[in-house]
């Protein structure tokens, strides 16, 4: 997270590419909830991590590789402000 916009540019693709052949929906939702309830931690490394992960969810979304509704789950589950 802590990275230039390109290098997070080429995780963003990389997931893209690796979805349906690599990693299933399931599995990128799984990572997403992690790193979301890890966040609080992230951000003390990185102060925009917060924004950073709302990229990266909003990209997978665009790019098909979890669903919109996943948002709203998430914050269902989700107990940390930051996630929020």
């Given at each position: ?5 390109s ?50 969810i ?27």
């Amino acid at each position: 997270m802590d990275h230039k916009p390109s290098h997070r540019e080429m995780t963003s693709v990389l997931i893209s590419e690796l979805y349906g052949r690599v990693m299933s929906q399931r599995d990128i939702s799984k990572a997403f909830d992690a790193l979301l309830s890890n966040l609080p931690d992230l951000v003390l490394d990185t102060p925009e991590a917060d924004t950073v992960l709302g990229n990266f969810i909003a990209r997978a979304i665009a790019d098909d590789c979890i669903p919109p509704k996943y948002i709203t789950i998430a914050k269902e589950k989700i107990e940390t402000d930051h996630a929020r």
